[in-house]
């Protein structure tokens, strides 16, 4: 009898332990974080209220032009659709967008009229909704315009929604970083506002224009023997989750010594550093040129020189290295395989100074230095459809052969060229390729670009185009007219 009562005990001991141990297994065999889990950990929802107040969440800049807010009260959102680097108006009410984003309309509320807007780039909004549909392979963002961050009033807030679509079976097996790659060329991450924080009103915009920051800090120094960001530091950085935005900001605050080479690139990526960040990584580190004290040339004529190519402005007797900007087109009409567009360049310029001469230096292979143009820009919100008008067609026609409405009002949100610069040109010697621009009087607080002339229009000028990989532009704001 003892020993059956041991082992009826034994048996009860065996089956505690399996009992206890089966939530143990169960954690072990959790599956991971889905795509959606992973996109709201790195984008945190807002939560909208029909009274107007707003649980914020993460704060997003709009970087291209093409969304389109409809009031507060509309039932159902029609999309744009950012596919093959192209983000595409709505081009109106669906069913798609009926049936997906009829819940996240404020009750209540008011069908008639469809007023609609476009969102300018620069525009600051929340997440309130996202969506993944892996059958689709398509990620969907609901955003409400962010009035405290635009300043703007309740009443003149907007929302809108953006379908990312991807190539199908794409998102079954894509990393999060890719995916987020994708989404940061439609919404970049604003690192100024913290999550959960309404940020303090803005000043009041006027006619949808972004307004130039007249009043611009010195970037944030590096500690005295900081040692030099390295290729294994990203890594750690990615590897913890950072998104691309905080680990960008790293790299433009810090000196940096990175390996870029074929084989270091593909260990990064095979580490899970996004290709954005790769991109930062090649153009390099040191201080961000978003906060430059330009100097008159006097002061800089015998200042050491550049040597690698590329393009540079001046600062404090040195030659501080500067990124060129896509230019950006945007089709007006669309004619059989042809675009009638306009172009300039978007968003905020990388590059700002502070004196009214600025110092350029453009060191590049078989420059066709004659070629190079400086130009005022201009801020075009929108046009209407009859202005893309180059083959004289008849309102009554608009429809039929464009898809449009003769009087439509079409999305542009660029800066686009106004009136050219006159600048002096002044070769380098021993330097083949390099020269030295200044413009021959003060310029005054604006903003500017300096392009070859074969890849920008003037403002007023349309053109019709293929589908083509966008040129660079050289986009800067100057800020005071120190002299």
């Known amino acids: 009898m003892r020993h059956r ?3 009826a005990a034994l048996g009860l001991a065996l089956m505690a332990v399996g009992i206890l141990s089966r939530p143990t297994v169960m954690a072990q065999n959790a599956a991971p974080p889905s795509l959606k889990e992973q996109l709201e950990a790195q984008y945190k929802l807002s939560k909208v209220h029909a009274n107007g107040s707003v649980d914020a969440g993460t704060v997003l800049v709009v970087q291209l032009a093409g969304i389109q807010g409809e009031p507060q009260g509309d039932f159902a959102i029609a999309p744009a659709v950012f596919k093959d680097g192209l983000l595409k108006p709505p081009s109106g009410k669906s069913n798609f967008g009926a049936a997906i984003f009829q819940a996240t309309a404020r ?3 008011d069908t008639s009229g469809h007023e609609f807007r476009p969102l300018p780039v620069g525009d600051k909004v929340y997440v309130s909704k996202l969506d993944v549909n892996l059958k689709y392979d398509r990620v969907v963002f609901v955003i409400y315009e962010c009035g405290a961050c635009n300043g703007v009033d309740q009443s003149s807030e907007y929302k809108a929604a953006v379908s990312f679509q991807f190539a199908k079976g794409y998102l079954a097996s894509a990393s999060v970083p890719d995916v987020e790659d994708t989404i940061a060329k439609v919404f970049a991450i604003d690192t100024g506002s913290a999550q959960g924080e309404v940020p303090p009103p803005a000043e009041p915009r006027a006619q949808q224009a972004p307004q130039p920051e007249l009043s611009v800090q010195p970037a944030p120094a590096q500690p005295v023997g900081a040692a030099p960001l390295t290729n294994d530091d990203i890594i750690k950085l990615t590897q913890v989750k950072l998104g691309n935005d905080v680990i960008i900001g790293k790299i433009r605050s810090s000196t940096c010594a990175f390996d870029t080479s074929a084989d270091a690139l593909i260990k ?14 090649i153009a390099g580190g040191g201080a961000p040129p978003t906060s430059i004290a330009g100097q008159p040339p006097s002061s800089v004529a015998g200042g050491p020189l550049p040597t690698a190519y590329g393009y540079y402005v001046v600062a404090d007797g ?5 990124k060129t900007v896509p230019i950006s087109v945007v089709a007006g009409l669309r004619f059989q395989d042809s675009l009638i567009a306009v172009d300039g360049v978007a968003g905020e310029p990388n590059i700002r100074v502070r004196s009214s001469l600025p110092t350029f230096i453009i060191y590049q292979q078989s420059i066709d230095i004659q070629n190079i143009h400086f130009s005022s820009l201009t801020f075009v919100s929108s046009m209407h459809a009859y202005e893309f008008n180059m083959l004289n067609t008849k309102p009554e026609f608009f429809p039929g052969y464009y898809g449009r409405n003769y009087n439509e009002r079409i999305p542009i949100s660029l800066w686009r ?3 050219d610069i006159t600048f002096t040109t002044e070769p380098i010697e021993g330097k083949s390729g390099m020269f030295r621009l200044t413009p021959t009087g003060p310029l005054q607080p604006g903003r500017y670009v300096s392009y070859f002339s074969q890849n920008i229009h003037p403002n007023g ?6 589908e083509k990989a966008p040129a660079q532009a050289l986009y800067f704001e100057v800020v005071g007219g120190n002299r």
Do not use: C, E, R
């Open 318 to 322: 040195q030659p501080l290295s500067v």
């Open 107 to 109: 009750p209540g509320s």
């Open 5 to 7: 009562s041991q082992i």
């Open 268 to 281: 990064l990526k095979q580490a899970g550093v996004s290709d954005t960040v790769l991109q930062a990584m």
């Open 461 to 466: 000028t349309i053109f019709a185009t293929k």
């Open 417 to 419: 060229p106004q009136s």
